[in-house]
């Protein structure tokens, strides 16, 4: 089997594919109030195209993870074929999904059955009114009871994303890690990143893992735990274990050198950094009827060429075109 390397090294063995640019949140650091303008359908890949995509990553090039996102994967129809059909490639790679987890309550049973190995659900806030301040939509209760039945599937662990914004729930870092202790979920603070649409981002502003440590540090004795590899969130002990706590901190200690991670958007553009200002086009030689070698071969191109690092801190840094939602996070 062939292997997707770049030019530094760093072997892709995890491929994101984003299943929709649309969500039914509205988040503020990721989109407008109003939306964004959608991908026209005739741009998305069907699911036959998707499966051939992936199949192609796991049977030629060495993928071995494969995490489904979006834009929001639970509004995708068809989804749970599409994950019974993924779940059937050869060599049978691992298989999650990042969602805002309104809906598992009713999927995460039938998806675990397709084959669906884990979920990461969305959480940044434990209180109603912070919730549909921040997401603009008042589905709190949807989202903890998409955790539970994730948790009653066994879709475990079941991680937790969250994201801090000054002045709006920095206040509940201890709280939110107390509540996913209590549930036996995993969570992970994310360092809020230049990806959103209205370009509302300030260095400034935003909360570090640094600052989320120390919050966290006032409650719990945090132990880092050896062994991150390519992991992006470096994982703590909490009061000496079981439960742990993990800290994307993209932004003030990015970790591009042990990235393993390459994105197919909804519309068949492959990115080899969540940050690329350049896409590989795979679409198009798909629907041109090319050969699976030959789409295997301008994938590999498009890894080869990844730069070092995503270059956020970076004075000249420019936020990608496409906002988070697009890419598929
Ligand atoms: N809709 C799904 C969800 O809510 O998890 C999947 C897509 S969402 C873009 C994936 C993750 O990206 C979420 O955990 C979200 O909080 C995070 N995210 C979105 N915009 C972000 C930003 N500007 N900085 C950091 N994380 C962000």
Same mark, same amino acid.
């Given at each position: 089997? /062939?292997?997707?390397?770049?030019?530094?090294?760093?072997?892709?063995?995890?491929?994101? !594919? %984003?299943?929709?640019?649309?969500?039914?949140?509205? &988040?503020?650091? &990721?989109?407008?109030?109003?939306?964004?303008?959608?991908?026209?359908?005739?741009?998305?890949?069907?699911? +036959?195209? !998707?499966?051939?995509?992936? *199949? !192609?990553?796991?049977? #030629?090039?060495?993928?071995?993870?494969?995490?489904?996102?979006? *834009?929001?994967?639970?509004?995708?129809?068809?989804?749970? /074929?599409?994950?019974?059909?993924?779940?059937?490639? $050869?060599?049978?790679? #691992?298989?999650?999904?990042?969602?805002?987890?309104?809906?598992?309550?009713?999927?995460?049973?039938?998806?675990?059955?397709?084959?669906?190995?884990?979920?990461?659900?969305?959480?940044?806030?434990?209180?109603?009114?912070?919730?549909?301040?921040?997401?603009?939509? +008042?589905?709190?209760?949807?989202?903890?009871?998409?955790?539970?039945?994730?948790?009653?599937?066994?879709?475990?662990?079941?991680?937790?994303?969250?994201?801090?914004?000054?002045?709006?729930?920095?206040?509940?870092?201890?709280?939110?890690?107390?509540?996913?202790?209590?549930?036996?979920? $995993?969570?992970?603070?994310?360092? #809020?990143?230049?990806?959103?649409?209205?370009?509302?981002?300030?260095?400034?502003?935003?909360?570090?893992?640094?600052?989320?440590?120390?919050?966290?540090?006032?409650?719990?004795?945090?132990?880092?735990?050896?062994?991150?590899? %390519?992991?992006?969130?470096?994982?703590?002990?909490?009061?000496?274990?079981?439960?742990?706590?993990?800290?994307?901190? %993209?932004?003030? #200690?990015?970790?591009?050198?042990?990235?393993?991670?390459?994105?197919?958007?909804?519309?068949?553009?492959?990115?080899? &950094?969540?940050?690329?200002?350049?896409? %590989? +086009?795979?679409?198009?030689?798909?629907?041109?009827?090319?050969?699976?070698? /030959? !789409?295997?071969?301008?994938?590999?191109?498009?890894?080869?060429?990844?730069?070092?690092?995503?270059?956020?801190?970076?004075?000249?840094?420019?936020?990608?075109?496409?906002?988070?939602?697009?890419?598929?996070?």
């Amino acid at each position: 089997m /062939e292997a997707l390397v770049d030019g530094f090294g760093r072997v892709h063995t995890d491929l994101r !594919i %984003s299943l929709t640019d649309k969500c039914n949140l509205r &988040c503020t650091y &990721c989109m407008p109030a109003e939306g964004l303008e959608w991908l026209p359908a005739p741009e998305l890949l069907s699911d +036959d195209e !998707i499966v051939r995509l992936a *199949g !192609i990553g796991v049977g #030629q090039l060495g993928i071995t993870h494969i995490r489904l996102t979006g *834009g929001e994967p639970l509004l995708r129809r068809g989804l749970v /074929e599409l994950v019974s059909r993924l779940a059937s490639l $050869e060599p049978r790679p #691992q298989l999650a999904m990042t969602t805002n987890g309104i809906g598992l309550a009713r999927l995460a049973e039938p998806l675990r059955v397709a084959g669906l190995d884990r979920v990461n659900v969305s959480l940044d806030t434990l209180r109603r009114a912070t919730f549909a301040g921040m997401a603009r939509r +008042d589905r709190l209760a949807d989202v903890l009871d998409g955790m539970a039945a994730s948790k009653a599937a066994g879709l475990t662990p079941v991680k937790v994303n969250a994201v801090l914004m000054r002045g709006v729930n920095d206040d509940e870092a201890v709280d939110l890690l107390q509540f996913c202790m209590d549930e036996g979920y $995993e969570l992970r603070f994310i360092e #809020q990143m230049p990806l959103d649409a209205q370009h509302g981002w300030d260095r400034d502003v935003m909360v570090t893992a640094e600052e989320i440590m120390e919050r966290l540090s006032v409650k719990h004795r945090l132990t880092p735990l050896p062994g991150r590899g %390519s992991a992006p969130a470096e994982t703590h002990l909490v009061d000496d274990g079981p439960a742990r706590v993990g800290i994307i901190a %993209s932004v003030t #200690q990015p970790f591009c050198g042990a990235c393993d991670r390459v994105r197919l958007t909804a519309d068949g553009q492959l990115r080899n &950094c969540l940050f690329a200002r350049e896409e %590989s +086009d795979l679409r198009a030689p798909l629907r041109a009827g090319a050969t699976d070698a /030959e !789409i295997a071969v301008r994938w590999q191109a498009a890894i080869a060429g990844k730069k070092a690092g995503h270059g956020i801190d970076d004075p000249s840094f420019l936020q990608p075109s496409r906002p988070m939602s697009a890419i598929g996070g």
